[in-house]
C-alpha cells in the first residue's frame, strides 16, 4: 500500500508527461533533460524509447561551457525547469546556439492554478519543498521561445490536476455522458424552435 501511495502521490505528473512526451520521441532518437535531478522523467519514458538518455542538471549549467557533454541530442526535454530558472530567456538562448537545427525541444510547465497544490503538497511532505522562481503562461512561454529564436510548433494543455485522484476518471466520464446525453434529448426543443434546416441541430438533422 505505501509503494502504491508513494506512486499515486509522487509519480503520478512525471509518469504521464513521460507518456505524452513519448508521442514526440522516435524510438532510436538520443533524450537529454535538463533539470533538477530528483525531478526526471526519463525513467517514465515507455521501453520502446530506445534511443540514449542523458540528464543534465540544470544547477550547474552556469559552471559549464557547454551543455551538451558528447554527441548532441536530438530531443532536449525541459520538465518544469523553467520554473526554478533564474533568468528563462538566457537559457533558452544558450539552448538555441547549441542545439543542432535537427533537434527539438519539449517543455512541459505547470498552470498558475496548480501553484496552491504545489505549496499544498509542500507543506504535507508530499514533494520536494522548493520554492519556484517562475509561473509562466503560455503565451509567456510562447514569446520567450520566439525572442531566443526558437520556432513553437505545437502547445497543449493535457493534465488537469498535478495528483492521482481515485475514483476520478470514471465520475469525469460519467458526467461528460450525462451532459452529452442532456443535449443529445434536446430534440424537440431544437425541433420547435429551429425554422430552417440551416439552423437544425445535429438530432434533429439526422431525425
Known sequence: MADRESFSVRNYLRSLI???????????ASVTEIGLPHRSMLAWLPATKRGARAHVDQRVL?????????????????NGALHYEPDVQALLERLRRQCPPQARLLLAYYSMLWRPFFRLAGWLGLRDFNREENWLSAGDVENLLRLSGFEPVVSHARVLLPVYIPLLRPALIAIGTYALLLA?????????????????????AMG
Do not use: C, M
Open 18 to 28: 513521460g507518456r505524452y512526451f513519448a508521442e514526440y520521441i522516435p524510438p532510436s
Open 62 to 78: 552556469a559552471q559549464r561551457e557547454s551543455i551538451f557533454s558528447g554527441a548532441y541530442p536530438d530531443r532536449v526535454v525541459l
Open 184 to 204: 443529445w434529448n434536446e430534440y424537440l426543443y431544437a425541433f420547435l424552435l429551429l425554422s430552417t434546416e440551416k439552423q437544425h441541430t445535429l438530432p434533429v
